[in-house]
C-alpha cells in the first residue's frame, strides 16, 4: 500500500491555477486526488468532473464544500469556541479581545499524511465516511517543557500520528464513537 | 532672386585664413550609393543641401550624426569633431516642453557647467543668459517655460543650444522653416559669423532655395542620390531646380525599393500571428508526446477548460489596450461578475441580469472618465479595480452561492467532434476577428490607438469611439466572469485577481502592441491557449509548480525577443 | 490678482493635494477616536508609509524616463530580496552585513536583468518587468519551501526603532527623497532623465546617452525595492510570499497620486510622500470606523479616482 506513486503540485493560494491543476491530472490517470483547497467553492467543478471520473477526492485543511468530496479536518468551529473559551476565563471575562484573522492550519504536513492514508482506504475498498473529524490536538505544559529542551531558536515541533490511530479515527467516525484521543508527546519533528 | 546670390556674394568678407585649401576635414563620405564623388566638409564650411523635401537630405544628416556616435573606422563615413544637431520639427525632435528656456539651452553641455558633481546653477543660468542676448531670444528671462515663447523664438533657442555646445560641426534640419524673415536674417548672420570666426562647419538641409545663398557649396538631391554639387559662384535657382529632378539609372532601383516596404509590412503582419501559431503547434506535439491521452476529446477538453475565460478575459484586454490604454482592473471585474452571477442569477435573474449591466455601464463610464478628463488609465483602472473588489466582497464576503443551472448546462456542454474550449476559441477569434479587422467601424475603433487625428477628420467621435471600446470589454469582461462562475460552480471574490496580467501577456504574446492600436485577436486567442497549455506542459514533465510563474516570464520574453529580432531581420 | 498668485503658487506644487489630503484624513481619524491615539496613528503611519515612499521613489524616477517606461518587478524584487537576506541573517547579528549585502545584490541583479531587457532587447517594459518579476518570484517561491528565518537583532531594532515617536527611517527616506530630488535638479543624470523624459529624441538629438540614462533609472528602481523588501521583512519577523503583493499597485498609485505625470518628463519628489501618507491614513480611517473589507476598498479606489480626476491632469501630448 505505501508504495503507490505520488506526485506534489501547488498553487500558491491562486484557485484557477488550482482548478487548472486538478484538470491536467485528471488526464494524467491519477486514481485519487486530495486536496488542501485555495478556495471553499471554487473548485466545486473540476472536483465533480474528477469524482465523475471515478477518481477518489480527499479535500483537508482547507476544505472545499463539494458534495462528492472526503473531507478530513478539524472541527474548526469547536476549536474557536475552546480557544476563545480559554481566552475569556484568562481575562476573567473582561477586557478587550483582538482578532487577527489570517491564514489557517499550519500543521498541514500532518494533515497531508492523514489525508493520503484516507485516500488509500478508499481506494482499497475500506468503507469510509465523507466526513473525517480529526481529534483536537492537546498540548500539556509537561509537552512543552519536554520539546523546549529540543527545539532550536524559531523551530517548529510537529507531532506525527500514525496510521494505527488514524484507522481508529475513521472507525470512531464511521460508528459515530467518540474521538479517541490524540496521543500524547507522540514522536516530535523540528525544524528550523 | 537670383539676382540676389552675386550681390551677396560680394558682401562676403572672405579672411583667407579660413578659406585656406588645405584646412582641418570635418566629414570626408567615401563614394557610395548616394554620391559618386568624395563627400568632404571642412572647418569653416557652409554646405548646403538642397532638391525636393524627403529625398535623401535628412537621412544624409542623420547618418552623420550617428557616424559621430560610433567608434567604427571601418565604414565609409568618418566624422571628425563633436557634432550638434538643430531639428526643424521642434515639437518632434527639438524643444523640451516641460523645461524652462534656459535649460533648453543648456541641455546638450551640461557636463561643462558640472562642479563636484552637480551643475553650477548659477553659472548655467548665466550662460543661457548670454546666448539670449546673442541670438536676441525674446523672453523676459530664461526661467519662462518654453512654451511660452514664440515659434520663430523656440527655433531661435534650438539654435542657441548647438551654438552654445560649441560643436566643430552643426547639422541643420530645415530648422528656419516657418521662422519670420526678420529672425532668418538674423539667423544668416549668425551662421556666417560662426563660420568665418570660430571655424565651425554647418551642413545645411533647406527647401528653401533661396536660403541657399549662405552656402559655400549645394549638392542637390534627388531620390536619395546627390545628382548635383554647384559652387556658390555658379549657384543659379534654376540649376538647382534642373537638378532636383534629374533623372538617374538608380531611380528604377529606387521603384523596386519602394514595393519592398509594402510587402514586407504585409509579412510582418502574418509573422506576429504566425509566432504563437507555430508555439503552439510545437507545444501540442509536446504534450501529445509526453501524454497521450491529452490528445483525446476528453483530454483536450480538460486541458483547455479554464482557457475559455482567459480567452474573454484577453479579448477584453485587448479592447482596452487598441485605445492604447491599459486596464489593470480586469481580473477584480471578472470576481465581480463571479459573484454577482453566483449570488443572483440563479435565484433572482432580474436583479442579477441587472447588476451586470450596471457593471457594463461602469466601464463605459470609465471610458468616458478616462477620456473627457484626459486621465492615464493605467491609475484609473487601478482604481477601479479596488472598487469592483469591494463589491465583490460586499456581496459575497465568503465564497458561496451557485451557478445558475443553464449556465453549468452551457459550460459543461459536449459539443460533437470538437471540445468545448476549442469551439469557442475558433468562434471567439474569428467574430473578434471580423469586427476589429474587417468592418470600418472597427478600423475606427483601432485607430483610436494610433491615428486619432485621423479618426477626427473623417467625423467620427472619438469620445463615442473610446466608450464603445471600453464598453465592449465590459461586456466581454462580463462573459469571462459567467464562464469561470459555470467552471467553478460558485462564486469567490479572489478569483479573478489572476487574469488581469494574464489577459495583458496574452494580447501582447498574441502579437498586439501597448501603443498604437496594433492588435491581433487570432493571436491573442492562439496566445491563450498557450498559457493554458503552459501550464498543462510543466505538470506533465513533472517541473517543480514552483516554476509555473518563471516559465510564464520565459515565454513572454522569448515571443518578444525573437519579434525584436525578426524585425530587425528584415531591415 | 492675489489669486492668480496663489494659484500659480499652488500649480507649482501639485504635491499640495496630496499633503492636504492626508491633513484632512488625519483629522477625520482624530475626530473618530476623539483624539486618544490620534499621535500614535501618525507615528505608525509614518512607518508604514516609508515602505511605500521607498519603492515609490524607484518607480517615479522609472515613470519619469518616458512613456511606457514603468517597474511592473518591484514586489517581486522585494520578496526576493527579504527571503535571500533573511535566509543568510538566520536571525543572528554577524549575519547582519552578509543578508544586506545579498539583498542589494538580488537588487542589482533584478536591475540589470531589467535593463538587458528593456534596453538591450528592446521589450516593452511593462511586459519586460512583467516577465522579469515572474522569474525572480518563482526563485522566491521555490527558496521559500522551508524557510522561515527570521532577520538579525539589529535590522528588527532598526526597522522599528522611533525617535520622539517619529520613526528613524522615515527620517532616512526624507534625506534619500531630498537627495533625489537634488539628484533630478543638478546632476547631468538628473537632468538627462527629465529630458529623455519630454522628448526621447530631441535628447538624443542633444547628444544625451539615452539607454544609459533610462537603464540606471531601473537599476535605482529595483536597488530601492530590495532595501524595501529588507526593511520590510526585518519589521515584519520575516519574509513571506505575499509580503508584496499590494506594492505593485501602491507604487504606481503613490507616483501619479503625488504629482507626476504618467507621461514622464516631471518627477515630483515630495508628492511620492504626501501620496504615501495619504492612502496609508485612507486605510486607517477605514478601519477606525469598522468599515467592512469590501466598502473599504471601494471608498480606497473612489478616492483615488476622484482624486486623480479632481487634481490638474496634463494635457496628452
Partial sequence: MSSSKTKVVNSNNSAPEQASQIENLIVEGWKAIVIDAASDTALNGVIKEATDAGIVVVVFDALATAPSAYKVAYNYVSMGQQEADFVAKRLNGKGNVLEIRGVAGTSVDNDISNAFWVAQQILAGEKVPMTIELPLPVIEQSDFDAWLKVLPPGGVATPVYGQEWTAEVIDANAEHKPLPKSPRGAGVSAFS | ?571 | MKKGVFRAWIEMRPWIWSFLGAAIVWLLIAGVVQGRGAGATLSIALQFSTFYVVVGIGQMIVITAGPGNIDLSIPSVMTLAAYLAMGIMQGQDPGLLPGIAVALGVGLGAGLINIILTQGLRIPPMVGTLAAGFVLQSIAIAYSRGSTAKPAPTLLNFAGARVLGIPIISVLFILVAVAVAVALRRTVWGRSVLAVGQNRRAAHLAGIRVSRTIALAYLLSALLASVAGLLLAGYSGGASLNMAEEYLLISIAVVVLGGTSIAGGSAIVPGVWGASILLYLIVTMLNVMRVSAGLRLVITGLIIIAVLAVAKSRARA
Fill in chain 2, 1 to 571: 532672386m537670383m539676382g540676389v546670390v552675386s550681390e551677396a556674394a560680394e558682401q562676403q568678407e572672405v579672411s583667407p585664413a579660413v578659406r585656406a585649401p588645405d584646412r582641418p576635414i570635418r566629414v570626408a563620405i567615401r563614394p557610395n550609393e548616394i554620391q559618386k564623388f568624395d563627400f568632404v566638409v571642412r572647418t569653416g564650411d557652409i554646405v548646403g543641401l538642397a532638391g525636393l523635401g524627403g529625398h535623401g537630405q535628412r537621412d544624409l544628416l542623420q547618418r552623420i550624426f550617428a557616424a559621430s556616435h560610433t567608434v567604427n573606422r571601418s565604414s565609409d563615413i568618418r566624422v571628425d569633431g563633436t557634432v550638434a544637431y538643430v531639428s526643424g520639427d521642434r515639437q518632434l525632435e527639438g524643444i523640451f516642453p516641460l523645461s524652462s528656456v534656459g535649460e533648453n539651452t543648456t541641455i546638450g553641455l551640461l557636463k561643462r557647467l558640472t562642479r563636484r558633481g552637480l551643475i553650477a546653477l548659477r553659472r548655467e543660468m548665466a550662460l543661457a543668459e548670454d546666448w539670449r542676448t546673442k541670438i536676441s531670444i525674446r523672453t523676459p528671462s530664461v526661467n519662462e517655460p518654453i512654451l511660452s515663447l514664440s515659434g520663430g523664438n523656440q527655433q531661435k533657442v534650438l539654435v542657441a543650444r548647438a551654438f552654445a555646445t560649441e560643436a566643430d560641426i552643426v547639422l541643420f534640419d530645415d530648422p528656419l522653416h516657418g521662422v519670420d524673415i526678420g529672425t532668418k536674417r538674423e539667423l544668416y548672420e549668425h551662421v556666417r559669423r560662426q563660420a568665418i570666426d570660430n571655424g565651425r562647419c554647418f551642413v545645411w538641409y533647406t527647401i528653401e532655395n533661396h536660403e541657399l545663398v549662405n552656402c559655400d557649396r549645394v549638392y542637390v538631391f534627388y531620390r536619395g542620390q546627390i545628382t548635383d554639387e554647384i559652387e556658390r559662384a555658379e549657384l543659379t535657382e534654376e540649376r538647382v531646380i534642373r537638378s532636383s529632378f534629374q533623372s538617374s539609372s538608380a531611380t528604377e532601383s529606387e521603384a523596386a525599393q519602394e514595393q519592398r516596404p509594402i510587402a514586407a509590412g504585409l509579412r510582418e503582419d502574418h509573422l506576429r500571428v504566425l509566432l504563437p501559431a507555430v508555439a503552439l503547434i510545437l507545444m501540442l506535439a509536446a504534450t501529445f508526446l509526453l501524454q497521450p491521452h491529452a490528445m483525446s476529446y476528453l483530454g483536450l477538453r480538460l486541458v483547455f477548460n479554464f482557457a475559455i475565460p482567459l480567452i474573454f478575459a484577453a479579448m477584453a484586454q485587448l479592447c482596452i489596450i487598441a485605445a492604447s490604454d491599459i486596464d489593470l482592473g480586469l481580473g477584480s471585474y471578472i470576481s465581480l461578475v463571479n459573484c454577482i452571477t453566483a449570488q443572483f442569477l440563479a435565484e433572482s435573474p432580474l436583479i442579477g441580469g441587472g447588476l451586470l449591466l450596471l457593471c457594463i455601464v461602469g466601464y463605459v463610464a470609465m471610458g468616458a472618465l478616462v477620456h473627457l478628463r484626459n486621465l492615464p488609465s493605467i491609475v484609473v483602472t487601478l482604481g477601479a479595480s479596488f472598487v469592483w473588489l469591494g463589491f465583490a466582497l460586499l456581496i459575497l464576503p465568503t465564497p458561496g452561492g451557485t451557478a445558475p443551472q443553464w449556465l453549468n448546462s452551457v459550460l459543461h456542454w459536449q459539443p460533437p467532434y470538437v471540445p468545448l474550449p476549442i469551439l469557442l476559441a475558433i468562434v471567439t477569434a474569428i467574430v473578434c476577428h471580423l469586427l476589429l479587422m474587417r468592418t470600418s467601424y472597427g478600423v475606427v475603433l483601432r485607430g483610436l490607438g494610433g491615428n486619432i487625428k485621423s479618426i477626427k477628420r473623417a467625423g467620427w467621435s472619438v469620445v463615442v469611439a473610446r466608450m464603445t471600446l471600453y464598453g465592449a470589454a465590459g461586456v466581454l469582461g462580463v462573459f469571462a466572469g459567467l464562464a469561470l462562475t459555470g467552471l467553478n460552480t460558485t462564486g469567490d471574490a479572489n478569483v479573478g485577481g489572476q487574469y488581469t496580467l494574464n489577459s495583458i501577456a496574452a494580447v501582447i504574446i498574441g502579437g498586439g502592441e501597448f501603443f498604437g492600436g496594433v492588435v491581433f485577436p487570432i493571436g491573442a486567442v492562439i496566445a491563450s491557449l498557450i498559457l493554458l497549455l503552459a501550464g498543462s506542459l510543466l505538470l506533465f514533465l513533472n517541473v517543480s509548480t514552483d516554476w509555473q510563474l518563471a516559465v510564464q516570464g520565459v515565454i513572454l520574453i522569448l515571443v518578444l525577443g525573437l519579434r525584436r529580432f525578426i524585425r530587425r531581420k528584415e531591415r
